[in-house]
């Protein structure tokens, strides 16, 4: 290998003035050209224009000197292109971009070899007259590299930047739901303090609803939104007097009435409620049934949001599993029994089959843990846990 020396005339004239590069690896070229002669000749007129060249045949001594970082250009026959996964060229883009690649090509080969700037190569010089060329393809070269490593920088750094805004993005948000959620909690927990002894009621039915939407798979939007509903479902009791709400006596008729429209006036409320309009979907369909007969809309089936089937059962577990002013707790086993044979009626099946599954392991959220447990866990019970067989396709 062949190291070129600065010709007289070279000394004689300011190389700097030449090449204003940003780095001194700028003014140092690897020429990797299989012709002895001709590499020379390419060495010698780079020398000339100002550059420190090296010429080499060697792919290893070429890949060796590019590691080193001292060479800001690579001048190479386009045949190297042709090699197996693009070459010399192919690997430095890859591995080396701030390094410029500028390509040797014969004059019949010029069109084709086009196609691999600016891939694999930042620009072509025609042999055997690169001369007239040489000064100023290499400057277009070097420059193009250079310009490749700022906009890698500019990405890195823009990518960084927008990385750290997305965090302190999520940071926020996850801090504004929290708080969010905890207003929403002290609201309900003032409506089921009203209620007295129901106290916790719709806490207990936004986990319930919690554990039936993990079991059923739901995403993490839904299974918010069924959280936020079973929160907020009877939300609507603000609106109804104590004299009907705490009535500890069956309602008449026209007490009925009124009670029923509790979930019209809960929906009133929160569908006004910024991010909350699925979780309105849930307030007024509570007392929706799986075969259209519930109110206030009278939808059937899948007419009403899944989120909104799943409050139902949620809320019937509980209303019937904790005393209300009008009526004691239901035995473990019985409320079982109602839920198997509403399964299709009233409730939706797949979301009662979830339940009686799961169940059983409620105890921690229940006013009388050790009733459930005890009642859950007795061998009488568990015959009634199991769901009754599908009917025939
Ligand atoms: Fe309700
Ligand atoms: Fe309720």
Same mark, same amino acid.
């Given at each position: ?9 070279? +000394?004689? *004239? ?16 690897? =020429?990797?050209?299989?012709? #002895? ?8 007129? @780079? ?6 060249? *090296? ?26 292109? $042709?090699?197996? $996964? ?5 690997? &430095? ?6 390094? $410029? ?15 691999? =700037?600016? #891939?694999?190569?930042?620009? @072509? ?7 007239? %060329?040489?000064?100023?393809? /290499? ?9 490749? /490593? ?26 504004? +739901? ?9 609201? =309900? ?6 209620? $007295? ?14 554990? &039936? ?24 009791? !603000?609106? /109804?007097?104590?004299?009907?709400? @705490?009535?500890? #006596? ?53 007419? @009403? ?11 019937? !577990? ?5 005393? *209300? ?26 979301? =009662? ?10 105890? %921690? ?17 568990? #015959?009634?846990? +199991?769901?009754?067989? *599908?009917?025939?396709?």
């Amino acid at each position: 290998m062949r190291t070129s020396s600065r010709s007289a005339r070279q +000394e004689a *004239r300011p190389a700097l003035r030449v090449v204003q590069s940003a780095s001194p690896a700028d003014r140092r070229i690897l =020429v990797i050209v299989a012709d #002895a002669s001709f590499r020379e000749t390419v060495v010698r007129l @780079l020398a000339l224009d100002g550059f420190e060249a *090296r010429g080499t045949v060697e792919r290893q001594e070429a890949l060796a000197c590019l590691e080193t970082g001292d060479f800001g250009l690579v001048l190479c026959e386009e045949s190297e292109t $042709g090699t197996e $996964g693009g070459g010399l060229p192919a690997h &430095l883009r890859r591995e080396r971009p701030e390094i $410029g690649v500028v390509l040797l090509v014969s004059e019949e080969r010029a069109e084709q070899a086009h196609l691999h =700037v600016p #891939a694999l190569a930042d620009d @072509l010089l025609l042999k055997p007259r690169c001369r007239d %060329d040489l000064r100023l393809t /290499i400057h277009r070269a070097l420059a193009q590299a250079r310009l490749r /490593i700022e906009n890698r920088e500019l990405r890195e750094s823009l990518d960084l930047e927008g990385e750290r805004h997305v965090r302190e993005l999520s940071r926020s948000v996850r801090s504004v +739901e929290r708080a969010y959620r905890l207003a929403l909690e002290s609201l =309900v927990a003032a409506l089921d303090a009203r209620e $007295g002894e129901t106290h916790r009621h719709s806490r207990r039915v936004a986990e319930y609803a919690g554990r &039936l939407a993990d079991a059923l798979g739901v995403s993490e939007g839904e299974k918010r939104d069924m959280f936020h509903g079973a929160l907020l479902h009877d939300l609507g009791k !603000i609106g /109804i007097p104590d004299s009907i709400l @705490l009535k500890p #006596a069956p309602l008449t008729n026209d007490e009925w009435r009124i009670m029923r429209s509790h979930p019209r006036l809960g929906y009133n409320i929160v569908r006004g409620l910024p991010g909350l309009r699925a979780a309105a979907e849930c307030v007024i369909g509570h007392h929706e049934r799986w075969d259209g007969g519930g109110y206030p809309l009278g939808f059937a089936g899948e007419e @009403l949001p899944r989120a909104a089937r799943v409050v139902a059962v949620a809320d019937a !577990i509980d209303a019937m599993s904790v005393r *209300r002013p009008y009526r004691d707790p239901l035995p473990f086993d019985r409320f079982v029994a109602e839920l198997v044979q509403n399964r299709g009626t009233q409730f939706d099946p797949e979301v =009662v089959d979830v339940a009686l599954q799961l169940f059983r392991g409620w105890a %921690d959220l229940h006013p009388d843990a050790q009733a459930w447990r005890e009642v859950a866990e007795s061998a009488a019970s568990h #015959a009634r846990f +199991e769901p009754p067989a *599908r009917e025939a396709a």
